[in-house]
């Protein structure tokens, strides 16, 4: 399965273009999926949550300060962005979502730094970050 997360990371992408590419077209609505604010904001919502969720399994193989740290940033994220999904408007919670794409890379950075991750998939997330965070940003501008 190793072989295959670039892929599959690459391929989770394509909801946020596609997001990006109904915001620019002026197209709110997608018939039986719904308003394109919604879907963006709930794929925004499990992609956050799922990165997260994957430096709380790391931190099960740790014995250092990490070993405290990523759990519990990892619930603050999740449990942050969906505050945020309930409570701010659709713009600042894109903003809010760039920041939380950001500091997830930022973890995986000083995680690729101690060797916890590989070069490969730490080149992966930066990628995946950019486009993400980029679609993000055009999707505030034109929603």
Known sequence: MKKYYPVLTYAGTL????????F???????????????????????ISSFIAGSHWGIHLNLSD?????????????????????????FKVLLIILVISFFALLLIDLNL???????????????????IVTTNLIISGIYA
């Open 24 to 46: 620019i077209f002026n197209i709110q609505t997608v018939p039986v999926l719904g308003q394109v604010n919604q879907i963006l904001g709930t794929y925004s919502i499990i």
């Open 15 to 22: 909801p946020f273009i596609f997001c990006t590419l109904c």
């Open 112 to 130: 690729f730094k101690k060797d916890l991750i590989s070069r490969k998939y730490f080149h992966t997330r930066s990628l995946v970050t950019l």
């Open 65 to 89: 300060k990490w070993e405290v740290y990523l759990p519990i940033f990892s619930n603050i994220n999740a449990v942050f962005i969906w505050i945020s999904f309930i409570i701010f408007p």
